[in-house]
């Protein structure tokens, strides 16, 4: 067949199809457009969302979008950045409203890099997206529904998935071979539908939310961040722009409010809800708004979006590119299932927490000040409840349960290096945030930020006091250059021609590694100190220098946030969506990359190591 | 006249032309155009800079861009920041160089908000300058030239500037009427040849500089931060590339350095110098390199230039929209070339300190560590040479002496009140950086960037402890109403039409009121604390409550950074370009109006105040 030919042929074949272009499909679509996968993504309205509604970008998600270089776009467009939330509720006697509490969003104890919700209108941040996906030649095809689809991965392996997709209004039509199909289509999946997949709801009562943006003039104090729990608005009532309008002049009253402009206005039932099941073989995905619908009041909808898609992306791109088993993908479901019911459960208690008076000042402190002694709040719920909270709404909270990626007690890897004592990092939950002086440039720099969303696993070997430990570290560099290891067995097919700018992934497309030494800059050579395989990831070398005033004991800050021995150091994997896959300590010997070696075995598509080569 | 005919007659009329579209030029044009006025801007260059050449933005800097608005554009083109500078030189004894030092760029005591340098191709910088003024109607008209100029006041008093221009062809030429000219053309200035005014050379000497930007593989450890002082490499010799490459070979040995691409390459000699005069008559104005030139070691070129700049724009303004007296125009020559022979002098005394060895590293960490007891090492030579050199290269340095704008005791305002005891900022230096909280959305904000650069005088009204400044604050409102108050005496003409949504100026275009309490947010009620003045600007009103680890025991650290008392606070005014122009204590009754009347009627256009009315 001439070259030609077989392309034209290949001309429907597809890395994925994703229908739906919110902020799911966005988000997955974005991500492996930058890492070359061919996609086709569909969305059956003409236009992308107007700028309407404003939704709010929780801490966790600021983080993410500033991992994959798209932060300054949202903040391009100057967003609100929600710092506290106002509590108003009528008083125990008298009329009108009173302020009963404002609380931060995101207090200091969750130690977020950004603690402020940013509020933007929905189709601005989209269009965040749409412009980097065009950047990667990926065009969003409208207004194009999708009519049907089968998989079948014994008829053919490689491109198991037919769609059909049609243009909304019929007269076009297509059919396409594709290794994944994501439908990101929002409550109404057709795609869930067609796989017969039911949706749990957890909250029979549906409630109705009222919700208008626009500009006001007002003299209620807290304009910019007031949240109302009177339970005398019933939007149910209230169909009209008027009587939205007249609703909230009465809430406010005796505080006066006047429209000037109202720029969007929705007044809509929410189910909560969730799919109960996100994928029946690992082919065919759903996630976002389709596997899981909640009150807007937390703002989760975009914000737990972002993530399935993320979690789903990495995991793709790992299986696709050769590097894990396929049943890594059988872990999307589970992380992103018991975030979504999590989230659901959380949302009632959160709702009963703020129907109530608030509790005294000094039990609110005692929540948010992360200096306080609260040894004797522990039991106090109010507390227990709040802190959650907190965690949630900044995204923070989330947490990964035990499998192959995050490490447990269960876990097939056994080696005792495994989990040291005393570290602070839990498998599953991100990855602590730290402050580190990168050795090249003496530049102040965010550890956990440092390696880009590039779809490797992010070593991070804490090296302690560099004369403690350099034997360990020269028995590491020597036993990763060992040809049966986890790095050794994934190298670069181009190892010999990369250049030498290449800053994250030299040797491999799986792994980058940081090494951060409990030291001071100046001390730091980094030919000297570190074996040559780290070495060369110059750019990737770190002196934890930087006091913090919440450590003032600690000679190394980011040594002990992460609990890990500031003299001893310890080597920490952090999967490539940010949480942590597992600790081991930094040895002489083979201990350290056995160990790991162990730990990838188990989800790797080669068997590594010499502990593996003996089972 | 017809109307179309007289605005005819008036097409050739100008507030200002700018001749070279340089740092100096650009920043001038950029502030003036975003102010309203009517521009004629040429450069005698066909095409902007090209990206070439490398150039540092000072702390300093940043923050003005910040206060533009421009610092995301910057920021956008990812520029290296420059932390740290590392030293080498010959070791004692032996061959090949050594490492003697690496010290910050921008030590803590600076309490810069970003303690860099930002390092960008100058093409760039300009860039954004174009890309603001383009949006502001302004197009640097190239290839022009100016080939003579005359100013008359007494003929012309509006507009006494007379200038002729012309395509640098020959093919056109513009015979122009302004209110004023300014020469930005760099060191070989044409008007201030033709003004006669004459270059002082402080140091007869003219350095040679060899300067090279492009890629480069090297194992040289510092290769992004290192300054050589090796006294072998003479770049009046090393007049090709190649030389210039093979004497960095030969400094850096036995470290190894090979060049990918060469983006820029330049041997120039350098002239120290300072003009004599920066204007005969504050019609014709000079800035940036026409007025001084200086090594590039320092990097001060390009930040000098835009602190000329600005401190000329506002000034033209304060005249042109008829608040201030023309005379504080005679304030720019003092006052910038009072900094510009600052930094020559110092000049000398940096390359000094950097040919000597660096003394010992507890020297060092005394000099650099805010936290040191500094009072065991006044004497050292070293650490005062070494923090006036950080204060210069982070901009920071910059004090304006005693005039007009600036008080001092000399000053004709004489109220007791004025710099109360105990205060920490300094007439004629800049704000000093702070962090409260915005009370109306509870953004934790910089205090010193609330009021953007918009030509206005900024007051900063500490309220201190609420329940004991409510009087004080009350007369301080009712004595701002009066009538020959500074404020009543430039309310805006269109008082009655202003929009409620109206941040910075909704009383008058030459004042932005903000008012801190020492207090926690949710304790302050606009409404109620504030006097109605005040109140007004909603979005000025913050909570002195965000702790800082350098002022463990305040109360408020806004107040205690300011040495403001935490109870009774003070009235600090800034001048539209950050400057401290006069601090006054804050008192019941009419002292506090009284005192700031004083202090602006020596500049201002009307006469203010019972004080005045009586003199």
Redesign the interface.
Known sequence: MASSQMEQDRSNYYDIVIVGAGPVGLMLSTILARWGYKIKHIDNRPEPTATGRADGIQPRSLDLLRNMGLK?AI??HKP?????VAFWDPPTSGRGIE?TG?W?SCPEFIDARYP?TTLLHQGLIERVFISDLEKNGVQVQRPWTITGFSSNEQANPEYPVQVELEHVDGTAKESLHAKYLFGGEGARSFIRNQLQIGVTHKDPIAYVWGVMDG?V?T?F?????ASSTDSDWNPRKTASEADVQESAKKILHPYNIEWERVEWYSVYPIGQGISDRYTLDQRVFLGGDACHTHSPKAGQGMNTAFLDAQNLAWKIHAVEAGFANREILKTYEPERKEVAETLLSFDNRYAKLFSQRPPPADTVKAATDSHADNKNHEDNAFIKTFKESCAFTSGYGVSYGPNALNWSPEHLAKSPLIHPKGTKLSTGRLFINSNV?RV?????VHLEQEVPLNGAFRLFVFGGDISKTSRALRDFGNNLNNKRSFYSAYLREDLGQVS??EKHNPHSHFFTFCTIFAAR??EI???RDLPEVLARYRDHVYADDR?D?RFPDAKAVAHAKMGLDEDLGGVVVVRPDGYVGVVVSLVEGSGTVDALNEYFSTFCSKKLGEVMAQL
């Open positions: 300054s903040m391009a609100a950045r929600v710092y506290e302020r404002t931060a402020f500009v003039i003299d104090p807290d304009i910019k961040i002086t090249v440039d003496a530049n102040v030498h700018h800059r100046p050579e980094i030919s006091s005033a």
